[in-house]
Protein backbone atom coordinates (compact mmCIF):
# COMPACT_ATOMS: atom_id res chain seq x y z
CA UNK A 1 0.00 0.00 0.00
CA UNK A 2 2.91 2.27 0.75
CA UNK A 3 4.63 1.53 -2.38
CA UNK A 4 1.40 2.25 -3.84
CA UNK A 5 1.09 5.78 -2.23
CA UNK A 6 4.66 6.66 -3.21
CA UNK A 7 4.34 6.09 -6.84
CA UNK A 8 0.92 8.17 -6.83
CA UNK A 9 2.50 10.77 -5.09
CA UNK A 10 5.62 10.80 -7.40
CA UNK A 11 3.20 10.50 -10.32
CA UNK A 12 1.59 13.87 -9.19
CA UNK A 13 4.59 15.60 -8.35
CA UNK A 14 5.91 14.72 -11.67
CA UNK A 15 2.64 16.13 -13.29
CA UNK A 16 2.80 19.25 -11.01
CA UNK A 17 6.20 20.05 -12.53
CA UNK A 18 5.38 19.67 -15.57
CA UNK A 19 2.62 22.39 -15.37
CA UNK A 20 4.77 24.66 -13.76
CA UNK A 21 7.11 24.76 -16.59
CA UNK A 22 4.57 25.33 -18.87
CA UNK A 23 2.81 28.12 -16.46
CA UNK A 24 6.93 29.42 -16.10
CA UNK A 25 6.90 29.48 -20.05
CA UNK A 26 3.55 31.60 -20.65
CA UNK A 27 4.90 33.75 -17.71
CA UNK A 28 7.81 34.28 -19.11
CA UNK A 29 6.23 35.24 -22.58
CA UNK A 30 4.48 37.59 -21.36
CA UNK A 31 6.95 38.91 -19.37
CA UNK A 32 8.58 39.73 -22.57
CA UNK A 33 5.84 40.79 -24.39
CA UNK A 34 5.09 43.44 -21.61
CA UNK A 35 8.45 44.42 -21.27
CA UNK A 36 8.61 44.89 -25.16
CA UNK A 37 5.09 46.81 -25.29
CA UNK A 38 7.05 49.18 -22.24
CA UNK A 39 9.95 49.55 -24.53
CA UNK A 40 7.95 50.36 -27.84
CA UNK A 41 5.55 52.99 -25.70
CA UNK A 42 8.42 55.07 -25.60
CA UNK A 43 8.25 56.10 -29.06
CA UNK A 44 4.99 58.39 -29.55
CA UNK A 45 4.17 57.39 -32.69
CA UNK A 46 3.68 53.92 -31.93
CA UNK A 47 2.72 54.69 -28.64
CA UNK A 48 -0.62 55.95 -30.41
CA UNK A 49 -1.20 52.18 -32.33
CA UNK A 50 -0.65 50.63 -28.65
CA UNK A 51 -3.30 52.41 -26.98
CA UNK A 52 -5.31 52.17 -29.80
CA UNK A 53 -5.14 47.89 -30.50
CA UNK A 54 -5.27 45.27 -28.28
CA UNK A 55 -1.96 43.17 -27.39
CA UNK A 56 -0.50 40.61 -29.59
CA UNK A 57 -1.26 37.46 -28.77
CA UNK A 58 1.99 34.27 -29.90
CA UNK A 59 0.49 30.89 -29.46
CA UNK A 60 3.01 28.00 -28.57
CA UNK A 61 3.47 25.99 -31.20
CA UNK A 62 5.71 22.46 -32.06
CA UNK A 63 4.79 21.80 -34.91
CA UNK A 64 6.88 23.44 -37.30
CA UNK A 65 5.96 21.56 -40.87
CA UNK A 66 2.31 23.20 -40.25
CA UNK A 67 3.37 26.65 -39.52
CA UNK A 68 5.83 26.08 -42.68
CA UNK A 69 3.12 25.41 -44.98
CA UNK A 70 0.93 28.05 -43.48
CA UNK A 71 3.64 30.85 -44.35
CA UNK A 72 3.86 29.21 -47.97
CA UNK A 73 0.09 29.49 -47.87
CA UNK A 74 -0.11 33.10 -46.80
CA UNK A 75 2.53 34.61 -49.47
CA UNK A 76 1.60 37.87 -51.01
CA UNK A 77 -1.70 37.07 -50.02
CA UNK A 78 -3.99 39.18 -47.86
CA UNK A 79 -4.72 37.92 -44.27
CA UNK A 80 -8.21 37.40 -44.75
CA UNK A 81 -8.06 35.69 -48.18
CA UNK A 82 -4.76 33.14 -46.82
CA UNK A 83 -6.57 32.49 -43.59
CA UNK A 84 -9.79 31.08 -45.84
CA UNK A 85 -7.20 28.66 -48.01
CA UNK A 86 -5.26 27.74 -44.75
CA UNK A 87 -8.63 26.25 -43.20
CA UNK A 88 -9.18 24.48 -46.43
CA UNK A 89 -5.71 22.57 -46.45
CA UNK A 90 -6.35 22.03 -42.47
CA UNK A 91 -9.66 20.10 -43.40
CA UNK A 92 -7.73 17.80 -45.63
CA UNK A 93 -5.80 16.13 -42.90
CA UNK A 94 -7.60 14.09 -39.79
CA UNK A 95 -8.10 16.43 -36.85
CA UNK A 96 -7.24 19.39 -39.01
CA UNK A 97 -3.79 18.47 -38.02
CA UNK A 98 -1.15 19.18 -40.97
CA UNK A 99 1.33 16.29 -41.45
CA UNK A 100 4.19 15.90 -44.25
CA UNK A 101 3.36 11.96 -44.77
CA UNK A 102 -0.31 12.45 -45.03
CA UNK A 103 0.88 15.61 -47.54
CA UNK A 104 2.89 13.57 -50.05
CA UNK A 105 0.06 11.77 -50.55
CA UNK A 106 -2.55 13.96 -51.45
CA UNK A 107 -3.28 14.38 -55.11
CA UNK A 108 -2.68 17.61 -57.41
CA UNK A 109 -6.13 18.40 -57.57
CA UNK A 110 -7.45 17.89 -54.17
CA UNK A 111 -4.55 21.03 -53.16
CA UNK A 112 -5.45 22.95 -56.18
CA UNK A 113 -9.45 22.69 -55.25
CA UNK A 114 -8.50 25.06 -51.79
CA UNK A 115 -7.47 27.51 -53.92
CA UNK A 116 -3.62 26.81 -53.78
CA UNK A 117 -1.35 27.95 -56.99
CA UNK A 118 0.60 25.35 -58.99
CA UNK A 119 3.68 27.14 -57.37
CA UNK A 120 2.72 27.14 -53.88
CA UNK A 121 1.52 23.02 -54.45
CA UNK A 122 5.06 22.47 -55.71
CA UNK A 123 6.75 24.30 -52.70
CA UNK A 124 4.46 22.47 -49.87
CA UNK A 125 5.31 18.82 -51.65
CA UNK A 126 9.36 20.13 -51.61
CA UNK A 127 8.60 21.14 -47.90
CA UNK A 128 7.04 17.58 -47.20
CA UNK A 129 10.10 15.99 -48.52
CA UNK A 130 12.31 18.19 -46.89
CA UNK A 131 10.68 16.83 -43.17
CA UNK A 132 10.65 13.32 -44.47
CA UNK A 133 14.29 13.28 -44.55
CA UNK A 134 14.89 15.64 -41.96
CA UNK A 135 12.03 13.16 -39.41
CA UNK A 136 12.86 14.72 -36.53
CA UNK A 137 14.45 18.40 -36.71
CA UNK A 138 14.50 20.73 -33.86
CA UNK A 139 15.13 24.20 -34.65
CA UNK A 140 15.26 25.45 -31.10
CA UNK A 141 18.82 25.43 -30.99
CA UNK A 142 19.55 27.12 -33.92
CA UNK A 143 20.43 30.88 -33.99
CA UNK A 144 18.40 33.63 -36.46
CA UNK A 145 21.04 33.77 -38.51
CA UNK A 146 21.64 29.31 -38.80
CA UNK A 147 18.06 28.85 -39.00
CA UNK A 148 17.67 31.29 -42.20
CA UNK A 149 20.72 29.06 -44.19
CA UNK A 150 19.16 25.69 -43.13
CA UNK A 151 15.38 27.10 -44.03
CA UNK A 152 16.34 28.92 -47.70
CA UNK A 153 17.58 25.28 -48.85
CA UNK A 154 13.82 24.59 -49.27
CA UNK A 155 12.72 25.49 -52.39
CA UNK A 156 9.56 27.69 -52.33
CA UNK A 157 10.81 28.92 -48.55
CA UNK A 158 12.43 32.92 -48.44
CA UNK A 159 13.14 35.60 -46.80
CA UNK A 160 9.45 36.58 -46.20
CA UNK A 161 8.60 32.97 -44.98
CA UNK A 162 11.46 32.82 -42.70
CA UNK A 163 10.61 35.69 -41.07
CA UNK A 164 6.98 34.60 -40.22
CA UNK A 165 8.39 31.61 -38.85
CA UNK A 166 10.68 33.36 -36.49
CA UNK A 167 7.70 35.32 -35.56
CA UNK A 168 5.00 33.50 -34.68
CA UNK A 169 6.86 29.94 -33.95
CA UNK A 170 10.06 30.41 -32.64
CA UNK A 171 8.73 33.83 -30.91
CA UNK A 172 11.97 35.63 -32.08
CA UNK A 173 11.50 38.71 -30.66
CA UNK A 174 13.38 41.19 -32.75
CA UNK A 175 12.83 40.44 -36.50
CA UNK A 176 11.63 42.81 -39.36
CA UNK A 177 10.25 41.64 -42.05
CA UNK A 178 11.52 44.31 -44.32
CA UNK A 179 9.74 42.14 -47.52
CA UNK A 180 6.41 42.50 -46.63
CA UNK A 181 4.23 44.79 -48.47
CA UNK A 182 1.89 44.91 -45.39
CA UNK A 183 4.42 46.36 -42.85
CA UNK A 184 5.93 49.00 -45.89
CA UNK A 185 2.40 50.58 -46.50
CA UNK A 186 2.02 50.87 -41.87
CA UNK A 187 5.48 52.63 -42.53
CA UNK A 188 4.17 54.87 -44.46
CA UNK A 189 0.88 55.59 -43.12
CA UNK A 190 2.61 55.90 -39.73
CA UNK A 191 5.87 58.23 -40.98
CA UNK A 192 3.68 59.74 -43.80
CA UNK A 193 6.00 59.38 -46.57
CA UNK A 194 5.75 59.89 -50.22
CA UNK A 195 6.37 56.69 -51.02
CA UNK A 196 7.00 52.82 -49.84
CA UNK A 197 10.10 53.18 -47.78
CA UNK A 198 13.47 51.25 -48.60
CA UNK A 199 15.01 48.05 -47.01
CA UNK A 200 17.63 50.27 -45.43
CA UNK A 201 15.17 53.11 -44.49
CA UNK A 202 13.44 50.57 -42.55
CA UNK A 203 16.03 49.44 -41.30
CA UNK A 204 16.95 52.82 -39.88
CA UNK A 205 13.85 53.71 -38.52
CA UNK A 206 13.24 50.88 -36.82
CA UNK A 207 16.56 50.75 -34.43
CA UNK A 208 14.94 52.21 -31.91
CA UNK A 209 12.42 49.41 -31.27
CA UNK A 210 15.07 47.11 -30.72
CA UNK A 211 14.87 44.17 -29.69
CA UNK A 212 11.35 44.01 -29.96
CA UNK A 213 10.67 45.00 -33.44
CA UNK A 214 8.65 41.64 -34.41
CA UNK A 215 6.06 42.94 -31.68
CA UNK A 216 6.35 46.45 -33.35
CA UNK A 217 5.32 44.42 -36.36
CA UNK A 218 2.45 43.51 -35.19
CA UNK A 219 1.05 47.09 -34.00
CA UNK A 220 1.61 47.71 -37.89
CA UNK A 221 -0.25 45.27 -39.54
CA UNK A 222 -3.06 46.69 -37.28
CA UNK A 223 -3.21 49.67 -39.47
CA UNK A 224 -3.24 48.15 -43.17
CA UNK A 225 -4.62 44.39 -42.46
CA UNK A 226 -6.73 44.49 -39.35
CA UNK A 227 -3.67 42.67 -37.26
CA UNK A 228 -4.72 39.74 -39.58
CA UNK A 229 -1.65 38.63 -40.89
CA UNK A 230 -1.41 35.35 -39.48
Same mark, same amino acid.
Given at each position: ??????????????????????????????????????????????????????????????????????????????? +?? @??????????????????????????? *? *????????????????? !????????????????????????? #?? #??????????????????????????????? +???????????????? !??????????????? @???????????????
Amino acid at each position: MKNRYVKFHYENITILISILKILNFISMKSKILNEGIKHLSKDKKLSSLINEFEKPVFYKSTNYYDDLCKSIIYQQLSG +KV @AKIIYHRFLNLFPNKVPNFKKTLDLKF *E *ELKKIGLSKQKITYIDN !LAKYFYNKKNIDFVKYSDESLRKEL #IK #IKGIGPWTIDMFLMFTMHRTDILPVGDLGIK +KAFQILYKLKELPSKE !LMIEMSAKWKPYRTI @ACCYLWYLVDDGDVW
